[in-house]
């Protein structure tokens, strides 16, 4: 199973407006991720946000983590239709040595003209 | 260099054929994995390679057989599949197996007829 579940799992918005998806994840975290994925490509890994942090901007990104609900949030500020695409949370799992990256089910965000 | 390169981009084969997958980096990145990603879900872990070695099976069938030839390289090799194995193959690299920040390629389509 998922660590990670995301919602919404699919937003639509006009160009310009703030997106906003959550993530909540069920056990403790060293450290939580976010990527994205443009249809059918790869991922790109855009914020890494450690447990000990509440807060981390990149450029139009904003990313929370709440570790006392076991949630974060990733905001995108003056959205384009660059912006289209598919966004996972993603957390760790495992042991030192055998750690695997684990990954929510993701919000497919669409940005309209 | 930034980028993992995967080859083919697309693959269709036969239940009957055999078939590999291929993954390159040069960032001497020492953590490699696979992912299988079906249509609007998220990347599902297959294997793990830390240091050239496996470190993590995911149950993964054996008509999925990994190899890491070298640090730079990582193949999947593929025999008897079935038409359920049909999805999106992923390659991710990071600089060691503690996942702070995963590189991925963009992917091989495999169609299995």
């Known amino acids: 199973s998922q660590q990670g579940e995301e919602d919404p799992q699919a937003l639509s918005i006009q160009e310009g407006e703030n997106a906003t998806m959550n993530c909540s994840y069920k056990t403790s975290i060293n450290n939580l991720q976010w990527y994205r994925q443009n249809s059918g490509r790869g991922l790109v890994h855009l914020i890494l946000?450690?447990?000990?942090?509440r807060e981390k901007h990149s450029g139009r990104l904003r990313v929370t983590l709440d570790t006392s609900k076991k949630s974060s949030s990733l905001l995108i500020t003056a959205s384009r239709a660059a912006d289209t695409a598919s966004y996972f949370c993603a957390t760790e799992k495992g042991t030192q040595g055998a750690q695997k990256l684990v990954f929510g089910q993701g919000t497919r965000l669409t940005i309209n003209p | 260099d930034t980028e993992v390169t995967q080859t083919p981009k697309h693959l269709v084969m036969g239940m009957t054929n055999k078939k590999s997958l291929k993954c390159e980096q040069h960032m001497g990145h020492r953590a490699m994995y696979w992912y299988k990603q079906k249509a609007k879900k998220p990347p599902e872990l297959m294997f793990v390679?830390?240091?050239?070695?496996?470190?993590i099976n995911e149950s993964v069938p054996s008509r999925f057989s990994p190899e890491c030839p070298n640090s730079s390289l990582l193949n999947l090799h593929l025999h008897a599949l079935q038409p359920e194995d049909s999805a999106l193959y992923l390659c991710?690299?990071?600089?060691?197996?503690?996942?702070?920040?995963?590189?991925f390629g963009q992917g091989t389509r495999l169609t299995v007829v």
């Open positions: 946000i450690r447990s000990n942090e």
């Open positions: 991710a690299s990071s600089q060691d197996p503690g996942w702070r920040k995963a590189f």
């Open positions: 390679y830390s240091y050239e070695k496996l470190s």
